[in-house]
């Protein structure tokens, strides 16, 4: 493998905390001279776009796709996005290591390493005021961002907010303990750990 791009959904402002969150992999992949790309695309639409384009820009790559679930995920990443009353995309042509989730959401990552919230959050955080699901994945969307804001409002920083926080908690997550939680960003690092130590990578 000579290259490794990911299309993940979010706002530009995401790139730094997914940078450190995917630091190790990064590491990894610059150790056996494979380029890494890490690009923040808005959107779902734009980027399941972006990915599609990548795909006939950069077909030597390894092009993974990861976006939000939006709710729970039954079926295998690549069919979950493609089942017509989701998304119903077209991924026919794409191998199922290149679909990838945040489930239920991005914010179920941060509640899979409650002491990075504390730190970064500080005097005041809450946190019985979140889930206390061991399985992160299971936890509603809906309930993602309302349970950190409640969390937080009494902190110094403020109540969760995601274009001000996220990064910096992103950045701050032990990949260990999410990757514990949540099966999916296990997948996701073991999908990239394989193909890195593929033969010739």
Known sequence: MREIRLYIEGAPELRRGFRGFLAGLEENARRRKC????????SRSS???????ALRTHPKALNILLVDAEWPVIKTPREHLSAPKGDAWDL??????????MTQAMEAWFLADIDALRKYYGQGFQAGALPGREKVEEIPKVDLAPSLENATRRTQKGKYDKIRHAPQILERLDPGKVRDRASHCERLFITIEQQLSTEGA
């Open 92 to 101: 026919s042509a794409v191998a199922d290591e290149q679909c990838h989730l």
């Open 35 to 42: 380029r890494w790309e890490i690009v923040l695309c808005g």
């Open 47 to 53: 980027t399941y776009d972006a990915f599609q384009f």
